[in-house]
């Protein structure tokens, strides 16, 4: 995890049209609230640069003691539309207005809507269903248990693995983990399950082969039969970085399930939504998921998830038995429709190709100049993952990715901390809205920044 120095420091002011820092930072009046939080909920919840958000608008991000930051990370990945969005207040205050704000699984007539909406973005809209949840965990582990049960009542018990890939990050529930393909995050388990196997992923630098071959052969090395695979669980691109699948390994991958009945699932909860310049991330790859996971983006703001999914899987659960409290939860529902009508109408999944097409070779650019320092950097349209190295051993580099991410921060530009299995990726996510002199302003600043921390390296 991230420490961030909680000792107030004189920074250098800043003041441009999107970046205001007028105090020391961390703000000295913030440190009580931190104490409270450090006193009152697990350290867990710590680890964020030490802002205390009090109002985020569009791009940026404000705390109350008047500084104001380019936000490069869309809370997680999350605010796709822009944070605070009007239209999504609007229909947030109609939603109150009208008065219903929960309904468990009785029918509102907004559920109606989202479902079709979210249909209507489906790989098949007359063969493909929505099923709303709360969050990307809970869909994962709907994934799971809906490609578990098609293949136990077609094919019997058997037919029970579910096939994921090494540092794959699908959520923190207990489904989600066991499929997760980060030993540190899951050995709380205490539970081998071999139903759920990792193959390496293709994805370039940690592993070379970047051919299906390596996907057979492992199956092979772990004695795994196809017929006893269930699914096929892959991010969209893997989040640790923005690590890609190369589009022939998805071909091939989906030539695999289609061949052997698996359900091959994506997990689109960070891809989805515009994020890379497409609707969904697949659609690179120019594949058909079976089932799709969802979260974050489709809302840009309050806790709502969903699977869409081919009908035959999505209809094996009876009426009353695949169901949450709060699914489809009116508030929640109002702000994806909302959202998902900015995203539209605004066109920022082309935005976010737009701006990709400039921050990709401006990372590129900046990268090039520390090569032993920066030898991956990975991207596509509005999310890219900076990897950071020493160069005298060649190996991750937590430390100096937490530096820049800090001074960043100092400076006025606002990310998460540093991700990856070793907390060396700089990961970069604005809100697709971001315009082009805003996001230009952010590089300059990414830059600026990176030579002064591998100055004094
Ligand atoms: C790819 C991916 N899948 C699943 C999840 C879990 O989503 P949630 O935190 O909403 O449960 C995340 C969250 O970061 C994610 O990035």
Same mark, same amino acid.
């Given at each position: 995890m991230?420490?961030?120095?909680?000792q #107030?420091?004189?920074?250098?002011?800043?003041?441009?049209?999107?970046?205001?820092?007028?105090?020391?930072?961390?703000? #000295?009046?913030?440190?009580?609230?931190f104490q409270?939080?450090?006193?009152?909920?697990? *350290?867990s919840?710590?680890?964020?640069?030490?802002?205390?958000?009090?109002?985020?608008?569009?791009?940026?991000?404000?705390?109350?003691?008047?500084?104001?930051?380019?936000?490069?990370?869309?809370?997680?990945?999350?605010?796709?539309?822009?944070?605070?969005?009007?239209?999504?207040?609007?229909?947030?205050?109609?939603?109150?207005?009208?008065? @219903?704000?929960?309904?468990?699984?009785?029918?509102?007539?907004?559920?109606? *809507?989202?479902t $079709?909406?979210?249909?209507?973005?489906?790989?098949? #809209?007359?063969?493909?269903?929505?099923?709303?949840l709360s969050?990307?965990?809970?869909?994962?582990?709907?994934?799971?248990? %809906?490609?578990?049960?098609y293949a136990?009542?077609?094919?019997?018990?058997?037919? $029970?693995?579910?096939?994921?890939f090494?540092?794959?990050?699908?959520?923190r529930?207990?489904?989600?983990?066991?499929?997760g393909g980060?030993?540190?995050?899951?050995?709380?388990?205490?539970l081998?399950?071999?139903?759920?196997i !990792?193959?390496?992923?293709?994805?370039?630098?940690?592993?070379?082969?970047?051919?299906?071959?390596l996907?057979?052969?492992?199956?092979?090395?772990?004695?795994? !039969?196809?017929?006893?695979?269930?699914?096929?669980l892959?991010?969209s691109?893997?989040?640790?970085? &923005? =690590?890609?699948?190369?589009?022939?390994?998805?071909?091939?991958?989906?030539?695999?399930?289609?061949?052997?009945?698996?359900?091959?699932i994506?997990?689109?909860? !960070?891809?989805?939504?515009? *994020?890379?310049?497409?609707?969904?991330?697949?659609?690179?790859?120019?594949?058909?998921? =079976?089932?799709?996971a969802?979260?974050?983006?489709?809302?840009?703001?309050?806790?709502?998830?969903a699977?869409?999914?081919?009908?035959?899987?999505?209809?094996?659960?009876?009426?009353?038995s695949?169901?949450?409290?709060?699914?489809?939860?009116?508030?929640?529902? &109002?702000?994806?429709?909302?959202? %998902?009508?900015?995203?539209?109408?605004?066109? @920022?999944?082309?935005?976010?190709?737009?701006?990709?097409?400039i %921050?990709?070779?401006?990372?590129v650019?900046?990268?090039?100049?520390?090569?032993?320092?920066?030898?991956?950097v990975k991207?596509?349209?509005?999310?890219?993952?900076?990897r950071?190295?020493?160069?005298?051993?060649?190996?991750?580099?937590?430390?100096t990715?937490?530096r820049?991410?800090?001074a960043?921060?100092? $400076?006025?530009? %606002?990310?998460? &901390?540093?991700?990856?299995?070793?907390?060396?990726?700089v990961?970069? &996510?604005?809100?697709?809205?971001?315009?082009?002199?805003?996001?230009?302003?952010?590089?300059?600043?990414?830059?600026?920044?990176?030579?002064e921390?591998?100055?004094?390296?």
């Amino acid at each position: 995890m991230a420490e961030y120095s909680m000792q #107030p420091i004189e920074v250098k002011h800043v003041s441009t049209q999107y970046r205001t820092i007028k105090t020391k930072i961390p703000v #000295p009046e913030s440190l009580a609230i931190f104490q409270t939080l450090k006193e009152s909920e697990p *350290r867990s919840m710590l680890g964020m640069p030490p802002v205390i958000w009090d109002r985020a608008e569009n791009f940026t991000v404000f705390d109350k003691w008047g500084n104001r930051w380019i936000d490069w990370s869309s809370c997680v990945l999350l605010a796709n539309t822009g944070h605070g969005r009007s239209e999504i207040k609007k229909a947030l205050h109609a939603q109150i207005d009208q008065g @219903l704000l929960a309904t468990y699984v009785f029918v509102h007539e907004k559920r109606a *809507r989202l479902t $079709k909406t979210l249909q209507a973005l489906s790989p098949d #809209p007359s063969g493909y269903e929505t099923f709303l949840l709360s969050t990307g965990s809970e869909a994962i582990e709907n994934c799971i248990k %809906l490609a578990k049960t098609y293949a136990l009542k077609k094919f019997g018990p058997h037919k $029970k693995i579910i096939v994921s890939f090494e540092n794959a990050f699908h959520g923190r529930t207990l489904g989600a983990q066991l499929a997760g393909g980060l030993p540190g995050l899951k050995n709380w388990i205490g539970l081998d399950d071999s139903a759920f196997i !990792q193959i390496p992923f293709p994805d370039g630098y940690r592993v070379e082969d970047t051919s299906f071959n390596l996907f057979l052969k492992t199956l092979d090395s772990k004695n795994i !039969q196809p017929t006893d695979i269930a699914g096929v669980l892959t991010e969209s691109y893997q989040g640790g970085g &923005a =690590d890609f699948l190369p589009v022939e390994y998805a071909h091939a991958l989906e030539a695999f399930c289609r061949d052997h009945d698996i359900v091959g699932i994506y997990d689109e909860v !960070q891809a989805g939504f515009g *994020r890379t310049g497409k609707m969904f991330c697949y659609e690179h790859y120019g594949i058909k998921p =079976d089932l799709i996971a969802c979260g974050k983006g489709i809302s840009s703001s309050l806790p709502i998830s969903a699977v869409i999914g081919r009908t035959d899987i999505m209809e094996l659960y009876p009426p009353g038995s695949m169901t949450s409290t709060h699914s489809a939860s009116p508030l929640c529902v &109002a702000a994806a429709i909302a959202n %998902l009508d900015i995203l539209q109408k605004e066109d @920022l999944v082309g935005n976010a190709l737009r701006m990709g097409d400039i %921050l990709f070779p401006e990372l590129v650019r900046i990268c090039g100049k520390y090569p032993s320092v920066f030898p991956v950097v990975k991207g596509k349209g509005l999310v890219a993952g900076v990897r950071v190295f020493d160069p005298d051993t060649g190996r991750p580099d937590s430390h100096t990715a937490l530096r820049i991410n800090t001074a960043c921060f100092q $400076k006025g530009l %606002l990310m998460f &901390a540093p991700v990856g299995s070793n907390g060396e990726c700089v990961k970069i &996510a604005p809100p697709l809205c971001i315009t082009e002199d805003a996001l230009r302003e952010g590089i300059s600043v990414f830059e600026e920044t990176v030579a002064e921390v591998l100055k004094s390296h």
